[in-house]
């Protein structure tokens, strides 16, 4: 059985940090890998649309956000960014790696590193 998750909270998907259910703020289950696979596909294409930044992993973990969405956390004083998750999962578990998918490895969240001067080298 496969599952797609959308997550909303403080941590990226792929940490599953103890408790990481209780983001869970929807979930679809799927017989097969197609139908699972399409329903991803079409959830995360909507998610990259809404969201201006993104980090996507090729084992179909993926976490959207804006960087003005953030929530004061009083236990360690400070504003914590908010994640938009969507995750596709077999048996709640990391799909096996022969249904990774590299077209997913993708990010738009590093900044461009500085122009270096060559000469110099």
Not at 27 to 37: G, I, K, R, S, T
């Amino acid at each position: 059985m496969y599952q797609v998750i959308k997550m909303y909270g403080d941590w990226e998907p792929w940490w599953f940090i103890e408790g990481w259910q209780d983001d869970i703020v929807e979930e679809q289950a799927f017989e097969n890998w197609q139908d699972a696979l399409s329903f991803y596909k079409k959830e995360w294409q909507q998610l990259r649309n809404d969201y201006p930044s993104y980090h996507s992993q090729k084992n179909l973990l993926a976490t959207f956000w804006t960087k003005s969405e953030k929530r004061w956390c009083e236990d360690c004083g400070d504003d914590l960014q908010q994640y938009h998750s969507i995750l596709l999962l077999k048996d709640k578990d990391i799909i096996p790696m022969e249904n990774y998918l590299e077209s997913f490895e993708i990010r738009n969240d590093i900044p461009k590193a500085p122009y270096t001067c060559k000469i110099n080298l």
